[in-house]
């Protein structure tokens, strides 16, 4: 379950940028795609967040209970915006979450990589980019023994708030099941 969790968090928790905060405040996903390479695609984030989130309690079980936590996200770019971090503090009922994420540009694949660590583990990366506002990141990784694919999709972007959801498929991606949902509001 904790390596489910992991691989849930690093799904929630990939985002920065390289712009000086105000900027960056400015700035929508869709502006900067059009206008840059995709280094700059989450420029947008940089600063710091409430998050609300939402975290499928034991995921490809068939349970639908939800646990919810909330907390602060905070996003620092790196590395003159090829990179960026991003630090997740959340807590509820359920306990506490912190967790790192790195998220690395690569510009002759022109995709991003979104990795995550927490409780001294280093998840796969999910890789992907940016199309009309919205980040799809792919990845493989192994939940519960079994080989899955993980999904995770940045949508609902404003200069103020973002969603995030993570989803696993033990089908070879032909179903989907949500396991995570985020949404950052900018403090």
Request: hydrophobic content about 40%.
């Amino acid at each position: 379950m904790i390596h489910g969790l992991r691989a849930a968090i690093a799904a929630a928790t990939f985002l920065i940028g390289g712009l000086p905060l105000a900027a960056a405040a400015q700035q929508s996903p869709a502006t900067v795609a059009e206008s840059r390479d995709g280094q700059r695609d989450f420029d947008w984030e940089v600063g710091e967040w409430t998050t609300r989130l939402s975290r499928l309690q034991r995921p490809l079980s068939g349970s639908n209970t939800w646990v919810k936590y909330e907390g602060v996200t905070v996003v620092r770019p790196v590395l003159g915006g090829s990179a960026n971090l991003v630090e997740l503090k959340v807590e509820g009922p359920a306990g506490r979450i912190e967790g790192l994420s790195l998220r690395l540009y690569d510009p002759d694949a022109r995709q991003w990589s979104l990795n995550f660590a927490g409780g001294g583990v280093l998840t796969r990366p999910v890789y992907g980019e940016f199309k009309d506002g919205r980040g799809v990141f792919y990845g493989q990784d192994s939940f519960g023994g079994r080989a899955i694919l993980v999904r995770f999709i940045i949508s609902d972007v404003t200069a103020n708030s973002a969603r995030f959801e993570q989803a696993f498929s033990n089908d070879g991606g032909v179903n989907w099941e949500v396991n995570w949902i985020a949404v950052d509001t900018r403090r």
